[in-house]
């Protein structure tokens, strides 16, 4: 059966696609009232409006205002017109809309019962499309005007021009209209219905017919001619013209005004959205429900005005009706209008499905597809569809969105059921004449579009029939390749790769996809070949004149192949396999990174791992080159053969042209295209990292020497295993360590010998071996070696050893005295602090040297041993090497810092033997000059033995013994001897003090070359008692003669003032000073000084008596005596005659 023949309505009828509010013929209603579908959906719409309609008629109301909305195609418009029909009752062709509808709602009697109620009553619907009947100059008084307009064109007024239509009003109210317009017509010879439009060029028409109709004299109609104010109005004045038209009605009666696309005109313009809020609440208000608003728009009404809710409530409330539509039912009105099958040929389609069902079910498996896109689900969806598939209602809606959304031209295009129902219709109609097994690819629906479309694409499609016509390259099969690449172009749910687009090719249940994959496959070739399309990854693009110009220049874009090979190593090392040291048990590797002949980072000549591009030669890819090149420490990775390369060529190639075109000054389209290149290039490097990867996961393996098969894995696990195997044979002596260390704290217990075990069971015993072994070939080949060589040598191949536990077997040779540590030419002691540092620290390792130990003989030790005990007076000498050299080092130290104390004491004083001292000190210094080495220390302590013990015995025989019983005598003594310097004369009156004083001066006076008596210091203590007593007599003698001169002034000055209360000050001042004196006399110890207060007291008693005589007005005085010089005895003072005496 052909599929003509199939359809219960010929297919071939003309049907409105597109429904426009402003389509009145008689047939065209006809046509959708009886074609018209009431899906699910719109039976809820139905009862939702018709519920609140309904009630209005009841009860008065201000919610008088509907809003419906949905997407271009939803079918709102022509659910509008529907409602208008309905309301309104039309009659076309003597039938009425509503009867139209009664079969409609046979399976819900309750809803038509709404709806027939509701068009009981008288209504006048006024529709329009506001978009074209809109003006142009949209102001915030945009929608009033249009409002204005449509209700006065309602009443038969002029409403194109406001002041026409209110001079009509007024000239109607007056009952005049067809006297006017008589006496217009014989004035200007034309009627009046056909000049009112030109009506600015009829005023001496229209003048004198005001003036003659209206009683108006000339001067009154020319005013009201050229007001130009005349054409303005106000919400309030068209609101009362709308009441008083109805109020003239029934009280049934109802007014609607519905508007389609008001949400697009308005779209969010504040002022017109006040605009149409202020307008529909003052109809609300004034008209109580006899006048409705009903509107259309894409968006629903809080969509629109959610950005400023706050202001915009108040239209929300007056349309409180809302009605969303989809074209979620799309499928539905197709199969009732286009695709209801008959009878038969439905049984026959059941049939072939039953027969084909799992060929249908292998046909439409899309790979990579994100929606829920498929085929039949059974034998009533098949006869339901057929010729098509249910996929196609899903995809052809996004693709009427999207060309919509990227054509200018389309942009005018429905994406719901009006221009899929023409699209359905057409494509069902090319094949019309085919059977059964038929089915309609996807291409078909292009010729749907192809009007809509921009030139740029048409010109693309054109081109390539034109070619295909010509036969240039280009087959009949390629264009419709290239049309169906064009529709699903910005797709996303259905990748556009070679398996989909067989599949959107298929035109027969019968297709043998093999064979249909092979000539696809020739159409993508041949269409790329002469750049119709591109590609990325595996999915191919249709492309513009313009692209593919610009593509052409992105190809002829040259990119170096170094260039590539290192973005390639970028995203191995920087993605894949970000891992800088290969861990390995405890062990963390270091590698070197390289692809093909390119290295990442810093080389360090450790384990290599290489990768291998199509960039490298065949020639150096074989199997014997590679084992070769691999051996010993290398591992290859040969990569498989996956389009990464070209992938990020391609995208190389956009990234680089981008760069070297000044984009923005291109025009805007072109900027348009290589911003689209550019995500392009992100997708092709998305696309290249996933080919990397399988090209990793499917490559060869030669690791050293070997050709490795690794096991499934991805791409990380995969260079994971062959790393591993890697280290496994290249660090062969890595099991070597037995024991790993933690930290310093470890290494400082091996040193101390915390750590215990059995003899030949020692952590890590094979290991130093090893490394005692190299040292003893060093030391026979007498290189000097630092811990920086012991350190490189065991991290590197084989050992790979950590810098820690290289530290710590070091250490292990160290505690067993088979190793000598030296840094900066001393030797250290395994208890040095910083010795851990000197094993392992970066800065300080290559200045410590490590040795194969020298051991000092048998003999030597014994030797030294026997010494060391007569000389420190011990008995506990350490027995092995280390604890001797710590012994000697320790002992002689604390000598040399106990001798330099010592020295240090002479420091300002005159003490005897320093030089006995001094010399204690070098020989100290002399011995520990040699804690370099241990033998030449121990040498040098024997050689100066006699030295050592001669020196001792002089240190303990006298100055030891000085300064631990005597030296406070001595320094007593001096002292003393220096705090009688002044007295020296009167001391040596008395001559056994003075001898005294004079042997106590031989005895602490050193002399430089001879020697010092230290047995006579036991004599200062007598020897100072003698000195001291004959001083202190002299001393009392000295203070009694003193005191005897302060009574004397005192009793003066006293004389001389006789109790004058005028001179008390004096007197008191005097007192004092003599107070002062005679405390200096109890507390000094010099004869000298005692001897030094008589002048100055004098001279004090001498002017106190000269004040108190000019105080008390005395004759003139006689001038005084001169006292006596100090130092003189009393009785040459008692000669002179002393004034105080």
């Not at 074989?622 to 070769?628: E, H, K, N, S």
């Not at 048998?858 to 420190?872: I, Q």
Request: hydrophobic fraction near 40%; charge should be negative.
């Amino acid at each position: 059966m052909m599929i003509r023949d199939m359809f219960a309505d010929d297919i071939n009828r003309k049907i409105n696609g597109v429904i426009k509010v402003d389509q009145a013929a008689d047939d065209v209603i006809e046509q959708e009232l009886n074609e018209y579908v009431i899906t699910r959906e719109l039976k809820k719409h139905f009862i939702t409006f018709f519920n609140y309609y309904g009630d209005a008629f009841d009860q008065p109301t201000a919610d008088m205002g509907v809003w419906i909305s949905g997407f271009f195609g939803s079918g709102k418009s022509h659910f509008l017109k529907m409602l208008s029909y309905l309301l309104e009752n039309k009659e076309v062709k003597g039938i009425r809309s509503v009867e139209r509808f009664r079969k409609k709602f046979e399976d819900d009697p309750a809803t038509f019962m709404l709806i027939d109620r509701a068009t009981k009553g008288t209504t006048e619907t006024i529709l329009f499309n506001i978009d074209i009947e809109g003006f142009s100059n949209k102001d915030k008084t945009a929608v009033l005007r249009v409002f204005a307009k449509m209700f006065y064109n309602h009443l038969g007024f002029y409403g194109e021009n406001l002041k026409v239509a209110m001079m009509e009003r007024y000239i109607d109210q007056q009952g005049k209209t067809e006297e006017f317009r008589r006496v217009f017509e014989e004035k200007k010879g034309k009627p009046w219905l056909e000049m009112r439009r030109a009506f600015a060029f009829n005023g001496k028409f229209i003048i004198p017919t005001l003036m003659e109709v209206l009683d108006m004299s000339e001067d009154d109609a020319k005013t009201w001619f050229n007001d130009k104010t005349a054409t303005e109005i106000s919400i309030a004045q068209l609101v009362e013209d709308m009441k008083a038209y109805v109020d003239t009605k029934p009280a049934n009666f109802r007014l609607l005004f519905m508007i389609d696309e008001v949400g697009q005109y308005v779209g969010t313009d504040t002022d017109m959205l006040l605009n149409l809020q202020s307008l529909t609440e003052k109809i609300g208000s004034e008209c109580e429900g006899k006048i409705w608003v009903i509107c259309t728009g894409q968006e629903a009404i809080d969509e629109i005005i959610k950005v400023r809710a706050d202001e915009f409530s108040r239209i929300q409330a007056r349309f409180k009706t809302r009605l969303s539509l989809s074209s979620s039912s799309v499928d539905e009105v197709i199969q009732k209008r286009i695709l209801k099958k008959k009878t038969e040929a439905a049984k026959d389609l059941e049939g072939v499905y039953e027969q084909n069902d799992s060929v249908l079910r292998n046909l439409f498996s899309f790979s990579g597809s994100i929606l829920d896109i498929k085929g039949y689900s059974g034998p009533r969806e098949f006869t339901e569809n057929f010729p098509f598939v249910p996929y196609q209602f899903i995809i052809m809606q996004k693709v009427f969105a999207e060309i919509r959304k990227h054509g200018n031209s389309g942009k005018h295009l429905s994406g719901g059921e009006r221009s899929m129902l023409s699209g359905f219709q057409e494509a069902a109609q090319k094949i019309q004449e085919k059977d059964e097994y038929a089915l309609v690819p996807f291409f078909r629906f292009y010729d749907t579009v192809h009007t809509f479309l921009d030139g740029s694409i048409r010109r693309v499609i054109e081109r390539c029939q034109k070619a295909a016509d010509n036969g240039d390259g280009i087959e009949q099969q390629d264009v419709d390749v290239l049309k169906l690449l064009y529709l699903i172009r910005y797709i996303d749910d259905i990748p556009s790769n070679l398996d989909n687009i067989v599949i959107l090719m298929a035109d027969d249940i019968r297709v043998d996809k093999i064979i249909m994959r092979e000539a696809v496959r020739g159409c993508l070739d041949r269409l790329m070949s002469q750049n119709y399309i591109g590609r990325t990854g595996d999915t191919y693009n249709f492309l513009t004149d313009e692209e593919q110009d610009i593509q052409r220049e992105i190809r002829d874009t040259n990119v170096d192949t170094a260039s590539i090979v290192e973005r390639i190593a970028q995203m191995i090392y920087g993605d894949i396999f970000t891992t800088k040291k290969f861990r390995y048990g405890k062990y963390d590797f270091a590698f070197d990174q390289m692809v093909d002949g390119i290295t990442v980072g810093v080389a360090t000549g450790g384990m290599r791992l290489r990768f291998l591009t199509v960039a490298t030669d065949a020639i150096e890819k074989t199997d014997y080159r590679l084992m070769a090149e691999s051996k010993g420490n290398e591992a290859i990775v040969v990569l498989a053969d996956t389009p990464y390369y070209e992938s990020l060529e391609s995208a190389m190639k956009i990234r680089k042209y981008v760069k070297q075109r000044n984009v923005s000054q291109l025009p805007k389209t072109v900027q348009k295209i290589i911003s689209d290149q550019q995500d392009e290039a992100g997708k092709y490097e998305l696309s290249a990292m996933t080919e990397l990867q399988n090209a990793i996961e499917g490559a060869q393996f030669y690791v050293d020497g070997e050709h490795l098969e690794i096991k499934a894995g991805n791409a990380k696990s995969k260079i994971d295993q062959s790393l591993e195997y890697l280290v496994a044979h290249v660090y062969s002596k890595l099991d070597l360590i037995t024991d790993n260390a933690g930290s310093d704290a470890d290494i400082i217990a091996i040193l101390t010998g915390a750590v215990t075990a059995l003899p030949g069971m020692e952590p890590n015993r094979d290991a130093a071996s090893a490394m005692e072994e190299y040292l003893e070939m060093q030391d026979a080949k007498k290189l000097p070696t630092s811990m920086a060589d012991v350190q490189s040598k065991y991290s590197a191949i084989p050992y790979g050893w950590k810098e820690i536990d290289i530290a710590a077997v070091a250490a292990q040779l160290i505690y067993s005295q088979k190793v000598t540590i030296k840094y900066a030419g001393n030797t250290i002691q395994p208890d040095d602090p910083k010795l851990p540092d000197m094993l392992r620290k970066k800065s300080e390792i290559g200045k410590t040297s490590i040795s194969k130990r020298k051991t000092i003989s048998a003999t030597m030790m014994r030797d030294v041993k026997s010494m060391l005990r007569d000389y420190f007076d011990v008995m506990d000498v350490p027995d092995d090497e280390d604890g001797l050299i710590r012994f000697v080092t320790e002992k002689f130290s604390e000598q040399r810092d106990y001798y330099a104390s010592l020295d240090a004491r002479y420091d300002g004083h005159k003490y005897p033997d320093r030089a006995l001292v001094q010399e204690a000190i070098h020989l100290m210094d002399d011995v520990l000059s040699q804690k370099k080495d241990n033998i030449a220390l121990i040498e040098r302590v024997l050689k100066k033995e006699d030295a050592l013990f001669d020196n001792k015995e002089a240190m303990s025989n006298g100055i030891e013994n000085f300064f631990k019983t005597q030296v406070t005598v001595f320094d007593q003594a001096v002292q003393f001897e220096k705090s009688l310097h002044d007295d020296l004369d009167r001391i040596a009156e008395n001559e056994e003090a003075h001898k005294a004083l004079n042997t106590i001066r031989l005895i602490t006076i050193v002399q430089t070359g001879s020697k010092f008596n230290y047995n006579r210091i036991r004599e200062l203590n007598p020897l100072m008692d003698t000195v001291r007593t004959a001083h202190d007599k002299m001393l009392e003698e000295k203070r009694a003669e003193v005191l005897e001169t302060v009574r004397q002034c005192m009793e003066a000055t006293h004389t001389a003032a006789n109790g004058d209360s005028k001179a008390s000050h004096l007197i008191e001042k005097s007192d004092k000073y003599f107070s002062q004196c005679k405390e200096k006399i109890a507390e000094l110890k010099s004869l000298a000084l005692l001897d030094a207060m008589f002048l100055p007291m004098c001279q004090y008693k001498d002017d106190t008596v000269s004040n108190i005589e000019t105080v008390l007005a005395p004759p003139a005085p006689k001038p005084p005596v001169q006292p006596t010089q100090p130092g003189k005895r009393t009785s040459d003072r008692k000669e002179k005659g002393c004034p105080c005496l």
